[in-house]
T-cell receptor
């Protein structure tokens, strides 16, 4: 079946540091890939997405590129802020299969001033 | 802007009580989902629906039940709450076009 593996946290950074959160996947079909963010006390919200190989999703300074050859969708940001502290989830939806997404376990990011 | 609502946001109840967690969305999405989120943050799918009168159990065994009588409404019911039900419950909806999910703010349930 489909699966998503993302790096364990917490990831602790100083403000303005470079961020990478690794995500790799396995899928039987041709999935769409997503990053969601969950701020404390809230539900998840979509951060960015990519629907085909080599697509780059971007939003709020975050970027991720759909790499089919390495089955990866790593999240990056050049300069993190304290307000980026949250839990980040990588996910996929196999468009040829069911409408049930597969989520990674989440990576907590803590940014210090 | 996604519009999906959950009530209550926080609930503390005693063991054995019957409770219903409400979830409504105004986007006309046909697919809706309930997740249980453990303290380690991982999401577990407990129920989903592909439309009115359609409900299915998810990967995580749950003693809860759901109903889907209207497109916009997907309530979750626990007939007899137990301390093991203490968790965060997240409701979500999606279309069959973009596959992205829209989440509600969650209900934090504590059973004493």
């Amino acid at each position: 079946g489909d699966s998503v593996t993302q790096m364990e946290g917490p990831v602790t950074l100083s403000e303005e540091a470079f961020l990478t959160i690794n995500c790799t996947y396995t899928a039987t079909g041709y999935p769409s890939l997503f990053w969601y963010v969950q701020y404390p006390g809230e539900g998840l919200q979509l951060l960015l997405k990519a629907t085909k190989a080599d697509d780059k999703g971007s939003n709020k300074g975050f970027e991720a590129t759909y790499r089919k050859e390495t089955t990866s969708f790593h999240l990056e940001k050049g300069s993190v802020q304290v307000s980026d502290s949250a839990v980040y989830f990588c996910a996929l939806s196999d468009r040829g299969g069911s409408y049930i997404p597969t989520f990674g376990r989440g990576t907590s990011l803590i940014v210090h001033p | 802007e996604a519009d999906i609502y959950q009530t209550p946001r926080y609930l503390v109840i005693g063991t054995g009580k019957k409770i219903t967690l409400e979830c409504s969305q105004t986007m006309g999405h046909d697919k809706m989902y309930w997740y249980q989120q453990d303290p380690g943050m991982e999401l577990h799918l407990i129920h989903y629906s592909y439309g009115v009168n359609s409900t299915e159990k998810g990967d995580l065994s749950s003693e809860s039940t759901v109903s889907r009588i209207r497109t916009e409404h997907f309530p979750l019911t626990l007939e007899s709450a137990r301390p093991s039900h203490t968790s965060q419950y997240l409701c979500a909806s999606s279309t069959g076009i973009s596959y992205e999910q829209y989440f509600g703010p969650g209900t934090r349930l504590t059973v004493t």
